[in-house]
């Protein structure tokens, strides 16, 4: 791995992350910590995330906080983001993380299915801007990372309520980049190609999907959680202080 690059003003400041405790939110965590940030995190993985706290503190010296939550519940969202607050001050860099891109036949969608990947893939992302705004507001400005994906730009098929969701996330990025820019709050959406997390090498990297990567991508080397979390800490510095309502790729030259 090549040394991460270091943003001086990172430490200090007070992150929150979606989906925190394992995949590439885990990586985020990591980075964040790693930058003297404070960070908080929710996550249903409950054991991960408390392995990923132990781990951090011990390599760190400083203990991230993590908020056992279900995303799908917008009160206990919203109370996860002022915990945080309460705890490290005001959020200025909120990194909507998580997701679930679990594959479903379109013959089988029930509308009950439907709602619950957006209340998992799309919802939640409104509802931690809206409680972060006023809080990046106070404090002169802040940074919104949006998770999208690749895979609707590649028009990958067997997970429409995915992708229809994963496609509308930049259009959330614009509409909210207008409204909270006169605030100095920038709002980005980061699209991950295919990422070498646990989850997707159990379920999805087969040899036939190894192929698919190295046909698609320019660059051969697989794509790490770390190399996201490297594009996530310069859209939350002030290195990227005039970067707003953009899409930025990090796949390998896939898309
Ligand atoms: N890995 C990839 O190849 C890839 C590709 C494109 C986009 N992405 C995007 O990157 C982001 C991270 O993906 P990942 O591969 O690390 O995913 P992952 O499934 O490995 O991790 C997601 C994290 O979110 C948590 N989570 C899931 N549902 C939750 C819920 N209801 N409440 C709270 N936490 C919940 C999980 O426990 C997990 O820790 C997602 O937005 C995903 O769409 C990933």
């Given amino acids: 791995m090549t040394r991460p690059a270091i943003y001086p003003d990172l ?34 993985a409950e054991a991960e995330s408390r392995a990923l706290v132990e781990r951090l503190e011990a390599a ?21 983001v002022a915990a945080t607050a309460d705890a490290f001050g005001d959020v200025t ?68 309520a995915y992708t229809m969701a994963k496609a509308s996330v930049h259009g959330l990025t614009r509409g909210l980049a207008r409204d909270f820019g006169r605030d100095r709050i920038r709002v980005n959406t980061l699209l991950p190609g295919w990422v070498m997390t646990e989850r997707q090498l159990k379920l999805w990297v087969t040899p036939e999907a190894e192929k698919e990567i190295e046909a698609g991508q320019c660059i051969p080397d697989r794509l790490m959680p770390h190399d996201i979390a490297e594009m996530a800490l310069f859209l939350a510095s002030d290195a990227a202080k005039m970067c707003t309502a953009q899409e930025f790729t990090v796949d390998g030259g896939w898309s």
């Fill in 11 to 44: 430490a200090d400041r007070t992150v929150f992350v979606t989906g925190g405790g394992s995949g590439i939110g885990a990586a985020l965590t990591e980075a964040f910590v790693a930058q003297g940030a404070r960070v908080g995190f929710v996550d249903i």
């Fill in 93 to 160: 860099v909120l990194l909507n993380n998580a997701a679930n891109d679990q594959r479903h036949a379109p013959e089988t969608v029930t509308p009950e299915y439907w709602d619950d990947r957006m209340a998992i893939n799309q919802r939640p992302m409104f509802f931690t801007a809206q409680a972060v705004r006023p809080m990046m507001a106070r404090a002169g400005g802040g940074s919104i990372v949006n998770f999208g994906s690749i895979s609707w730009k590649l028009g990958q098929g067997g997970m429409p």
């Fill in 60 to 80: 760190h010296g400083r203990a991230p906080l993590f908020v056992p939550c279900d995303i799908r519940d917008v009160p206990a969202l919203q109370a996860a």
